[in-house]
């Protein structure tokens, strides 16, 4: 079975129908993904179908949710090899998706992802979550600010969000970490302007692990001191 072939099977599994030319798309991501992982570090998995599942499917597990019905821009935070930026941005094109990294190399690879699929729809961003945070061309400029397996919930909080929209949401991948993150998480949240809403399952079929994607709601504006600089949320987390 080919890529292509092994996404659409899983996506079908899983209730996320996506076009036949999305699946190809997808399927050529998942190839690339598997050559450049053999010279830079873009991730641990190697099994097609764990990078199927813990890749592809759990970034699309999303729009199973209302959680995107109303956004049209989203920021994928520490996008790494572009779960589940990239991925969004391919599946729904409707939707501005910038993703922003740390390191340059990663944003080499999702911008030859882009130019082998067509992808229109993303801006590529080297700076940390902390300085781009900063940054007005940024700041608090979108409907969505996502992020999968990157930090503790307080930690992401002050990473996510600075860039939401007053209306606009964090959106946060998380694993079993995810319950005994939620206090510090919620204490976070509200310093920065944001509330947490409920939880909901991004589970995948086959698999046991506990996967969910955490919105948290902007409610007011996040207070100009915050992120603090780059380095601190992580050292001295909220």
Same mark, same amino acid.
């Given at each position: 079975?080919n890529s292509t072939e092994l996404i659409r099977e ?104 882009c130019e082998a699929t067509g992808t229109a729809n ?23 600010? @996502?992020? !999968?397996?990157? +930090?503790? *919930? ?11 929209? =007053?209306? #606009? &949401? ?13 206090? @510090?998480? !919620?204490?976070? +949240?509200? *310093?920065?302007g944001g509330r947490l809403e409920m939880p909901v399952?991004?589970? =995948?079929? #086959? &698999? ?31």
């Amino acid at each position: 079975m080919n890529s292509t072939e092994l996404i659409r099977e899983k996506l079908t599994a899983n209730d996320i129908p996506v076009s036949p030319e999305t699946a190809e798309k997808l399927g050529l991501y998942m190839d690339l993904l598997e050559t450049w992982n053999q010279k830079m570090d873009l991730t641990a998995v190697t099994d097609p179908e764990e990078t199927a599942d813990r890749h592809f499917v759990d970034s699309l597990a999303i729009l199973r949710t209302p959680l995107l019905k109303d956004v049209s821009s989203l920021i994928d935070v520490g996008t790494g090899a572009g779960f589940p930026g990239l991925v969004l941005a391919i599946a729904c094109p409707q939707i501005s998706v910038t993703l922003m990294d740390a390191q340059k190399k990663r944003l080499d690879f999702l911008q030859a992802v882009c130019e082998a699929t067509g992808t229109a729809n993303t801006v590529l961003v080297h700076a940390r979550a902390e300085d781009g945070g900063k940054n007005r061309l940024y700041r608090e400029q979108f409907d969505a600010a @996502a992020a !999968r397996a990157v +930090a503790p *919930l307080n930690t992401l909080c002050e990473y996510l969000l600075p860039f939401a929209k =007053i209306g #606009g &949401r964090a959106l946060c991948w998380k694993g079993p970490a995810l319950k005994n993150e939620l206090e @510090a998480g !919620r204490k976070a +949240a509200h *310093l920065l302007g944001g509330r947490l809403e409920m939880p909901v399952s991004s589970s =995948i079929a #086959g &698999r046991d692990w506990e996967h969910r994607i955490l919105p948290i709601l902007k409610v007011q504006r996040t207070p100009a001191q915050y992120p603090r600089k780059a380095g601190t949320p992580k050292s001295k987390p909220l």
